[in-house]
């Protein structure tokens, strides 16, 4: 026969201490993104409507690497990191013609 272990509340929470111990451990050299500023964070609807353009193009502009950034489930946008990536792939790589006219005089 068999012996069965019941976990007492100690022992939950030494296993759940371990295991934040090792996720720590684990991600201790993963750059941070610190220079991202919550506050001026954009959702998926505000930078669609920034850039004039449909919530289907904004995806498969991530998908084409628009930097995005996921924090708690969802995802944000920093304007800055867009009109710099915006301006770095000189615009007309989109291929979307004068959809983003109104982005030139700001990205220079």
């Known amino acids: 026969m068999e012996t069965l272990f019941f976990p007492t509340e100690t022992d ?3 296993w ?3 295991a934040v111990k090792e996720l720590i451990e684990e991600n201790k050299n993963c750059p941070l993104k610190a220079n991202i500023n919550e506050e001026n964070l954009l959702n998926r609807k505000e930078i669609a409507g920034f850039l004039r353009v449909s919530l289907v193009t904004l995806n ?3 998908k084409r690497g628009l ?3 996921k924090q708690r489930g969802r ?3 920093d304007k800055k990191e867009v009109l710099d990536y915006i301006k770095e ?3 007309r790589q989109f291929k979307i ?3 983003l006219h109104h982005l030139k005089q700001e990205v220079g």
Do not use: L, T, V
């Open 12 to 14: 939950f929470k030494r």
């Open 16 to 18: 759940i201490k371990e």
């Open 60 to 62: 498969d502009w991530i």
């Open 67 to 69: 930097p995005s950034h």
């Open 75 to 77: 995802i944000y946008f």
């Open 89 to 91: 792939r000189k615009i």
């Open 97 to 99: 013609g004068s959809k």
